[in-house]
DNA sequence: CTGAAAGCGCTTACAG
DNA sequence: CTGAAAGCGCTTACAG
């Protein structure tokens, strides 16, 4: 097998407790005898059991992410906002893709646990019987989703969700339409919600469609249930959502902008690249990231009885390319 | 703190021994005694240690996955396929986004390499003088990238370079760009080498730009290079590059098309999305990545001295509406 | 079927 | 500054 410190601890003729001393608290050691372990534990090719020593010292120096799927667009700014804000503090994230089974992140969690110092769990898709054993793996906080007595970073869709359907009004659009979200999606009953509200203050007519699985293909299948029902404006779920409405659009010959206005929400990188540019609600994606690690990092060290904070972070609406004047 | 086994075992009556066998080796237990443990400790809350299982065990049922960015679209059917192929044979991913960071990739793998039975490296970026270190951490396989004693899945680009070449100057094409990746990457020296020998095998032109990184902003800041030098066809590095590339070519009128070819690498999901749709070389990712499991996987329980295996996968053109013949 | 003992590979008070 | 001892929370031959 593998070199231990045992066997450095040999080589050296020192005890294990000097070894490991010179290895990973070199103060409490004389200099000459710990530049000598450490050159004996080289030539050894000693490499320390990092899961020994996280047993023993309690601590991992890792940080984990849960995400529901990582081919969606809206998470990799998520990912490396945690991952920057991680490294900062010295840690390392380690990441699990649940691929959107909710059944799984109780158990992805639970073999992550002990493996790092705390958990995120982006848009916890798990089923509500069973998010209460999820949020007892404390360190844990939430990002998207709320449970009373458990830390989260939520983003507030009401301010851009208010601001889009401002915005096609403003554009003479009278009927709206929204693409629903995962049925389940605690996402998309806050964009639900705030689309119904805002639809309702400003005397629009919302149209419901859906629901829809956050994947390009839904988009492309909603393009032709929205363009027969009439709607002149639609507004998606997420960016994924509306980029295959347009695409399917595009393909039919129906220009997105003059004919049919478009947003999308997320702000994903993409929306930017799509013909025509995508009108798109930013969700401050990478802040919850950022804030998400100091909660969760904080925690590790906080008594048990503090109680759980929980972060608010507003959105707001990026208006481009695919939204127009009513037509005609 | 939470529950332990001793604490189980105290509540029981029974030794730590029996309630251990109760819990992970039910078989091994009498029926009664087993019933009986299981509901005191599911009782007590008892949630095993994953960590002190798994230094005692020797398995920690996980593959490490490490990827140079997650957020470029090539790695994540990779990353879907180590999952589903994982799964299937009982084991987690735990996944690492070096974020194109090569310095860090060997770091990362030693943080993982214990809390996992196996390393998968795709593409890894990591200096020569580091690689063998990196080789090291076994049992660990490379995707994309080979090392003499290291077991790895190879995607052989020539085929489908071949391809790309041909169907150009199928269509009229005589001079041919090629937007090189990163400078040291180990995936741009092939693909250079492969588009090398095809125009120099079909007595085209070959012009090179870059080093590019794999972004969508290095396409865009390629394509005013790439009509300054009057090409009539590009091929880039990969897809990231060609979406950035049409969309600074559509912003400035230049028709993806008709006016100029553009053929992208690595087929990704966008490259259907994108307008026009793209041409692009299929690059087998899926399938590297459950050959990949499977190696790392039977590394595990191989002998030390067995040969490392090593395995190729071919790529293909996929022709989409980004290639035309050549104008005037 | 059950238990006592040793051990996985480290760290960390406690002495000296 | 160094060492002997106990311990982190489990598992697993070995006895019985």
Redesign the interface.
């Known amino acids: 097998m593998s070199v231990t410190l045992a066997d450095v601890a040999k080589a050296t003729g020192l005890s294990a407790s000097t070894v490991s001393r010179a290895l990973s608290d070199p103060d409490k050691v004389n200099p000459s005898t710990r530049e000598r372990v450490r050159k004996i534990a080289r030539d050894m ?1 000693y ?1 320390p ?4 020593r ?2 023993t010292a309690g601590r991992n ?2 940080v984990g992410l849960i995400v529901p799927d ?2 969606n ?1 809206f998470f ?2 998520i ?2 906002a945690v ?1 920057a804000r991680a490294t900062s503090k010295g840690k ?6 649940v ?1 959107e089974h909710p059944a799984d992140e109780l ?2 969690a ?6 790092v110092d705390g958990l995120i769990v982006v848009s916890p898709r798990t089923p509500d019987d069973q998010l209460a054993a999820l949020a ?1 793996l404390r360190p844990i906080v939430f990002v998207n989703r709320e449970l009373p007595g458990t830390a989260s970073v939520i983003i507030e869709n009401s301010d851009g969700m208010r601001e889009a359907v401002e915005h096609l009004t403003a554009l003479g659009h009278r009927r709206i339409g929204y693409l629903n979200g995962p049925r389940r999606s605690w996402s998309n009953i806050q964009r639900q919600n705030a689309v119904r509200q805002a639809c309702a203050d400003q005397g629009a007519e919302l149209v419901e469609f859906g629901p829809f699985e956050p994947q ?1 293909q839904a988009g492309v299948r909603a393009a032709d249930l929205v363009h027969a029902s009439g709607m002149t404006a639609v507004i998606a779920y997420d960016d994924m959502i509306a ?2 409405l347009m ?1 399917r659009l ?1 393909e039919r010959g129906i220009r997105v902008g003059p004919d049919i206005s478009v947003i999308g929400i997320d702000d994903s ?2 929306s ?4 025509p540019t995508l009108t798109s609600i930013h969700v401050p994606g990478a802040e919850a990231g950022a804030a998400a690690v100091d909660i969760v990092l904080d925690l590790a060290d906080a008594p048990d009885d503090a109680p759980p904070p929980v972060r608010q972070l507003e959105t707001r609406l990026i208006v481009r390319g695919s939204t127009s004047p009513v037509p005609g």
């Open positions: 090719g490499v059991n990092l899961l020994a996280s047993l120096d890792i990582i081919a667009p990799p700014p990912i490396k991952q390392t994230v380690l990441i699990a893709d691929d158990h992805r639970r073999v992550m646990r002990k493996r007892e390009i980029l295959g695409a595009n990188p993409m930017g690249m799509a013909y």
